[in-house]
Every structure is written in structure tokens, then in C-alpha cells.
């Protein structure tokens, strides 16, 4: 299928080898949770061969894997992020910095904003901003499971997206015809429609001059896409530039970075000489999938730019989260104390925001832009429940560990049990409970809510995490009975009293 790339790929039959072997899993450590010798540690302790990428070493390879990295409860825990090697090369070539303001502008599932506020160090702003409206379920599941409290998410076309903020730098990593997953997706070897095709460029220009217009002056935009065809890649590039009459220039990617050169010809077309110091990443190159990454500069105000902020659409009801609630992160800090024994230094730097309906949501942001696009802020804590709060699952994953009061330690039986919907008499792990929401701990990490009704505990978390759960408690109860019939102790098995890193 990718015959006509034939002259431009830099080793044709390597490409052709690679394509024809299975792709493997990397992850991605996700600092805000984790420590990397420590889960590297974990991990390997349970049978996997990790081999960290030179050119990103929280970018680890899975040369073994006893079973897939995705059902282990560190990944369930967000300490890692299964992102495959090409696909983490464009957050590096924008280079997020602490305290910026950074825009994704098509975001889900989530891996390159994950990625970038991880850089960040949780710090700045990341706006995640995608159109699909199933698919910001799974950039909020993705948002919250690694513990970003710094993101904003949005619905919006990011051809449209609304102005009113200068962004230090806009990741545009834009729809494509995906020929670079052919490796791990059917869909992707079947190809995109010719339809597609010829409507992909238009969107994907559209889309690089919007962020272009919303990068500050100075700022940097990264043009991304996972396929090969240069109609996609240099021709959308060099179409832009050519309309920035000079507002805009093509930066070399940081040094060390895998990859070969941009092409400058292609079907008889010429391109500008500055798409040479694009990257084209091939599936040979990382043993991964497939990627181009451009890196622009905006020296000054691009010709197509408008001045000053959009203004909202009249009948557009009024944003719900522009500014934090003092007075309720008192109430949140008093409910933490009441209800689990926790200080309120669990959730320092961080400010409370109340969305209509929406519950409380936790966010290292002193203040949300004021679009109507909004969706969320940061990690939500709790939801309305009748006159009272209900905690989420994530609320209490992320800051509720430490709790000494309504929280019940568990074995995994009890555990497995409570996921697949039966009532438990209290543990003996149980801890001054009181008729209402609790913490389920287990090996010393709070793992969501549970309802305890006076006599029996439940749980509450939702379907899905509990599903993931349990699918995970299953194998490792098999990995443990496999090691205990071959004479040795399971691997991380060591109880409740297990506390992690
Ligand atoms: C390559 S995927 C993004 C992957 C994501 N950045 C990540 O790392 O997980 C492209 C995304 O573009 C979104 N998209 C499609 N049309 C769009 C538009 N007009 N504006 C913004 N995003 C769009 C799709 O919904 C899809 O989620």
C-alpha cells in the first residue's frame, strides 16, 4: 500500500521489514505520579524487560512483557502512559515549559497533553481541545487517571477556536489519514477513502493557521501528523508558509532526535527548501509507528490574524468556571478533615471550581479562560449528592491515601469481591467508619469510593475503573498462584501493608 512512497523513504527494504514484524508496546513514565526506578522496578519484579529510549529515558521500550503493560495496576494508577516511541518525539520537539500556556489544539485521547503538562511539571496551563465528543471521555479519563491538575479542557473546532489568550506554544497535531499505525491497526492498512483524502489537507491547513494565529509572537507551533503522504505533511507546510509572507519560520527539531529530513519535491511539485528540517519518522527508524513533526516559529503577527478576542455567541449561556471558589475549597479542605482524617495539605496550590451541575473540580489554575467552550478543570473531587458530596474514585486516588477515618484496607479477595458487586461485612482493615462514602485502599493506595451502610461496604466506583480493576486483581491473582505452585512468593504480593513509592 505505501508503494509510491518508495523513492522518498531513506531505506526502503528496512521499512518494508519493520512494517511486516509486530509492533512493540512502550510507555511513557508519568512523573507526576511516579518514580522511574521504582516502577521500573515494579515492573520488571513481575517479569518485564524495559529498555529506555537514549534520546528520552522515561520513554521505555517493552522488550518483554509477560502480559500487556495495560493490565497492571500501575497503569490503572496513572503512573505510566502506553505511548508509542514516535508519538512521543512532537511534544518534544515543542519543548513545554514550566508556568507556560500551552494549547493542544486536537488533544484525545490525550497522550501529547499528558505528555507536555507532565514536562510542565503541572505547571502553566494545558488546553486540551478536541471536537469529538466520545473522545474527550477518554482525554478526561486519561487527564484525570495521571493526575494533571493543570489542564483545561475544551470542545471546540480548533479550526474556530476561540481567541482571548496568547499562547507561549500550540501543539497541531491534526487529523490525518494515519498510514504511520498501519503496524498495530487494521483500519490504518485498509486506508483512508479517497474522499478523505482530498478533504484531510484542507482541514489540516486550516487547522495549523489557527494555531498559528493563537501562538503569541515569539511562540512556537509543532505540526504533527502519524502518516506518511507528503499531501499531508510538507505540502500542508509549505502552503502556510508561503501564506505567512515571512511571519513564520521552520526551526531544526532538538538535536538527537531520530528521524530523516523533510522531502522538497513530490509528484512533480516543489516545495520550499525551509520543509528539509521537518522530520519524517518511519517505522524502521524507533521500531514504532509512523510520524512527521514540523517545528515553526511565529517571528511576528501572521497575515490572517485577527486582533483581540472573540467575542461569545449571544445566545451562549455564560461560562460556568472562569473564576475559583475560596470559600468553597474552605468547605472542601473542612470535608477532607471530617469525613477522612486527611490535613488539607493533600490538595495545597490547588483551587476549587464549582461548574453548574457539575460538582467539584481541583485545579492548580488561579483562573479559567472564559469560553464557552470550557469543559472541565483539572480533576474532579466530588459531585452534588443530594445535600451532601459524593467523592469520585479519582478525587479519592489521587488525595485521599493518607486517609485515617472512613477507609477501608483491603486484601485483593475482598477487593475482588467488592468490583464485582457484593456487600462485605467490614474488614479488619476497616478504620472508624461512619454510615456513608469511604476509601478503598489497597497495598496502601486508595483505589476509589465505596458506600459503607452501617452493617455492609460496597463499592462505588464506576463501572469501567471497576471493570479495569478487576480484570487486573484477576491476573495478578494468577501470576501469584502460578509463583506459589512453583515454591516462591508472588512478586508484589505482600498485602495491604504494601505502600508504594
Ligand atoms: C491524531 S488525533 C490526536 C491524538 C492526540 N493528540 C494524542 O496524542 O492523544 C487527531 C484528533 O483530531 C481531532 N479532530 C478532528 N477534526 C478536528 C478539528 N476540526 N479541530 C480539532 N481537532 C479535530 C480528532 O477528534 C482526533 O482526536
Known amino acids: 500500500m505505501f508503494e509510491r512512497y518508495r523513492t522518498i523513504v531513506d531505506d526502503w527494504d528496512a521499512f518494508q521489514a519493520s512494517l511486516a514484524?509486530?509492533?512493540?508496546?512502550?510507555?511513557?513514565?508519568?512523573?507526576?505520579?511516579?518514580?522511574?526506578?521504582?516502577?521500573?522496578?515494579?515492573?520488571?519484579?513481575?517479569?518485564f524487560r524495559l529498555e529506555p529510549y537514549d534520546w528520552y529515558p522515561d520513554l521505555w521500550r517493552v522488550a518483554e512483557e509477560p502480559f500487556s503493560p495495560a493490565l497492571t495496576l500501575e497503569h490503572w494508577l496513572g503512573w505510566f502512559y502506553l505511548q508509542e516511541a514516535a508519538a512521543a518525539l512532537p511534544v518534544l520537539a515543542l519543548d513545554p515549559q514550566?508556568?507556560?500556556t500551552v494549547l493542544d489544539l486536537s488533544a484525545a485521547p490525550g497522550g501529547k497533553s499528558t505528555q507536555m503538562a507532565e514536562r510542565m511539571g503541572d505547571r502553566g496551563m494545558v488546553v486540551a481541545n478536541d471536537p469529538d465528543v466520545h473522545r474527550l471521555a477518554a482525554l478526561s479519563h486519561n487527564l484525570q487517571?495521571?493526575?494533571?491538575?493543570?489542564?483545561?479542557?475544551t470542545r471546540a473546532d480548533g479550526r474556530r477556536f476561540p481567541g482571548g489568550l496568547a499562547f507561549d506554544r500550540v501543539l497541531?497535531?491534526?487529523?490525518?489519514?494515519a498510514e504511520g499505525n498501519a503496524r498495530r491497526s487494521r483500519r490504518a492498512r485498509q486506508g483512508a477513502s479517497r474522499h478523505q483524502r482530498r478533504r484531510l489537507p484542507a482541514v489540516q491547513a486550516a487547522l495549523l493557521r489557527r494555531g498559528l494565529a493563537l501562538a503569541r509572537p515569539g511562540g512556537v507551533v509543532v505540526y504533527a501528523t502519524c502518516t506518511f503522504a507528503p499531501e499531508e505533511n510538507e505540502a500542508v507546510v509549505d502552503q502556510v508558509l508561503r501564506q505567512a509572507e515571512g511571519s513564520v519560520v521552520v526551526e531544526p527539531l532538538p538535536h538527537g532526535l531520530p528521524g530523516a529530513g523533510g522531502v522538497t519535491a513530490w509528484e512533480g511539485r516543489r516545495f520550499l527548501p525551509d520543509v528539509e528540517a521537518c522530520?519524517?519518522?518511519y517505522p524502521h527508524h524507533l521500531d514504532s509507528g509512523g510520524m512527521f513533526v514540523a517545528r515553526l516559529r511565529k517571528r511576528g503577527p501572521v497575515p490572517w490574524e485577527e486582533r483581540g478576542p472573540e467575542p461569545a455567541g449571544a445566545d451562549e449561556p455564560a461560562p460556568a468556571w472562569t473564576e475559583p471558589d475560596p470559600g468553597l475549597r474552605e468547605q472542601v479542605v473542612e470535608w477532607l478533615r471530617r469525613e477522612f482524617g486527611l490535613t488539607g495539605s493533600e490538595i495545597d496550590g490547588l483551587h476549587a471550581y464549582g461548574g453548574q451541575g457539575q460538582g467539584i473540580w481541583l485545579a492548580r489554575l488561579p483562573r479559567v479562560p472564559g469560553w464557552t467552550a470550557v469543559r472541565s478543570a483539572g480533576i474532579r473531587l466530588a459531585r452534588?449528592?443530594?445535600?451532601?458530596?459524593?467523592?469520585t474514585s479519582f478525587g479519592l486516588m489521587h488525595w485521599a491515601s493518607g486517609a485515617s477515618r472512613n477507609v477501608v484496607d483491603l486484601d485483593r479477595p475482598s477487593l475482588e469481591g467488592l468490583l464485582q458487586g457484593r456487600q462485605i461485612a467490614a474488614p479488619p482493615g476497616a478504620r472508624l467508619l461512619r454510615r456513608g462514602w469511604v476509601v478503598l485502599r489497597y497495598r496502601g493506595q486508595a483505589v476509589g469510593c465505596g458506600f459503607w451502610d452501617g452493617t455492609r461496604l460496597r463499592s462505588a466506583l464506576p463501572h469501567e475503573r471497576a471493570g479495569e480493576l478487576s480484570s487486573i486483581l484477576r491476573r495478578e491473582s494468577s501470576t501469584s498462584s502460578a509463583v506459589a505452585a512453583a515454591g516462591h512468593p508472588a512478586p508484589g504480593d505482600q498485602g495491604a501493608g504494601d505502600r508504594q513509592a
Open 279 to 281: 522530520r519524517r519518522i
Open 145 to 153: 487517571r495521571l493526575g494533571v491538575t493543570s489542564a483545561v479542557i
Open 384 to 391: 452534588a449528592h443530594g445535600a451532601t458530596w459524593k467523592p
Open 21 to 47: 514484524r509486530p509492533q512493540p508496546a512502550t510507555l511513557r513514565v508519568n512523573r507526576l505520579k511516579a518514580d522511574p526506578g521504582a516502577l521500573r522496578a515494579r515492573l520488571e519484579e513481575r517479569g
Open 98 to 100: 514550566p508556568g507556560e
Open 172 to 177: 497541531v497535531d491534526a487529523p490525518c489519514s
